[in-house]
């Protein structure tokens, strides 16, 4: 078992990280809350799975928490989702001092986060990750959103959870796509923070596949909670150090919206974007020659998808200025000065984009 305490500001509260702990949840929430009411928020895929699990473990330690379940995937992350859910919560009978769980992975963790954070001006959320992604990444740092037509996340709120809560086992049953995806992200935290994790995660692929060495998977999870609640913590509202944790995003994204949502997933396309932009950080001069053929060959270790075969150079440019014109940036990029560490934000230019992108489709070929 492994705690991260997480304190940015006048907020502090715990990630906890526990392999096969989902059966003990009810005794944790009373451990620290005491009995407490409310809604757990959760997909079909979930709740089928571990649905069961969770409730039981709820109404043995006597709390009294009834279920809403929204379809699984990223359509469900919407304004008309939200507002059903509010409705429910009415209905519900939800009050101030109600909680609301979220119980699975990144969709429902910024949706049922951002209901949490509007419903009745804020009301308790405690995270319970389900994806790898949710559990080094999205369940941590306090960011929820909504989607709206014109483009993913306009729509949300910095609000940060009463605690997290990690069951490591639950990942076992994720698509190896979802797995990957995920472990797009905790590379990402090795390569911009800490060599020794992305070394550790680098030459031991089998854990993410058979996920047998719980000891293994609750040290490299806690360490990802660890790296992004330093970052975080320097940084709530997401304007200076923060920006690192896009390292793979610029790329990444044009990649993601460029395919179509859904064609790809997040963090496997961000796994191409950390290539693209180690690449443009070699071309510069700040990243060794040697460090980038470390790094593909890593990322490349990890059965990386095709990229999208329809996927042109004019359309993938299109999205990655797309993607920035929303927040008003220039083509900001995050480049390497080695592995592990100095990750520096830096303007690129377009034709960096399109020759990173040309080095991507030989790497894609070969
Ligand atoms: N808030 C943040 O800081 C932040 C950071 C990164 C990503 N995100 C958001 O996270 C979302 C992506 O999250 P995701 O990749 O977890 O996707 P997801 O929530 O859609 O989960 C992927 C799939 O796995 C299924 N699933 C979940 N847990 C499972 C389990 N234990 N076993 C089997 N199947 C399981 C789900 O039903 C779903 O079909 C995006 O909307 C993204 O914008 C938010
Ligand atoms: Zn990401």
Redesign the pocket.
Known sequence: MKTVDVDPGNTAYSILIDADSLSGFGEFVKERFGKIDGAVIT????DR??GGELADSLEAAGHDCGKLVVE???ES?SPEAAKNLYRDLVHMELHRDSFILAF???????LAGFVGSTFLRGIPVIQIP??L??QV??SV?G???VDLPEG??LVGTFYQPEAVFIDPV??E???PA?VR??LGEVLKYGLIWDEELFQKVNGNGDLFEDFNDQAELEGIISRCCEIKAEIVTEDERDRGIRQILNFGHTIGHGIEAGAGYGEM???EAVLWGMIGESWISARRGYLSQESLEEIVSALRGFALPPLPADLSEERLLKYVKLDKKVRRERINSVLLERIGGEAIVKEISESEVTAAWDYLTELGEG
């Open positions: 997909d079909e895929t979930v799975l571990y699984p995937g990223e992350k699975g992975g990144g969709v429902v963790g910024d389900t994806t992604l949710a990444d999205s740092g960011k929820t959103a993913k996340n639950v990942l049953t994720l698509d979802d995806s995920g997933k997040h963090g």
